[in-house]
């Protein structure tokens, strides 16, 4: 069944891109905004399902809680972003320090989502080519948008693991 699930997404994803593309500038950042799209849409209904006492869930004391991991995620989209669109970042706070509540986690990634989302519909296939410098490398500004939706679906794993442990049937495998 699972495998099948995994079929199933797999199927739409690979004809939602496309489509997802063309109604973009170009078929690059096309493809980029609609992999980020499927990123922040499980993130956040993760973000929004989770009980209050699951944000300061760990599974060990080595790792960050469910509420910093989603902090974090919020911090990154401002950083790979505001990379982008070649500005300082509009965050100005960091939210694993300062976001200790559901309400406020969510807001802050509602809030980090929708600048990254504005980003991303800004950028050409032509300024997706632009070097930007990301933490001291060299990269064209669509590596960047890769790596985000890479760096989030590094940290949804992490909050698939914690929502198994509790018995939590992840957004994407619903």
Known sequence: ???????????????????????????????????????????????????????SFKPTEDVRTAGQILAHVANAQFAFCSTVAGEESPAKENYEETATTK???????????????????????????????LF??????????????AHNYEHYGNLVTYMRIKGIVPPSSM
Do not use: W
């Open 1 to 55: 069944m699972k495998t099948l699930r995994a079929q199933a997404f797999l199927f739409a994803l690979v004809f939602a891109l496309p489509t997802i593309a063309n109604a973009q500038e170009g078929p690059v950042t096309g493809s980029l905004k609609g992999l980020h799209d499927i990123t922040a849409n499980n993130i956040m209904k993760a973000a929004d399902m989770m009980d209050e006492s699951l944000y």
């Open 103 to 133: 309400p406020q986690i969510v807001a802050a990634l509602k809030t980090a989502f929708d600048y990254c989302s504005g980003v991303y519909g800004g950028m050409t296939d032509a300024s997706g080519a632009e070097i930007k410098n």
């Open 136 to 149: 001291g490398m060299e990269m064209a500004a669509s590596a960047i948008m890769a790596f985000n939706s």
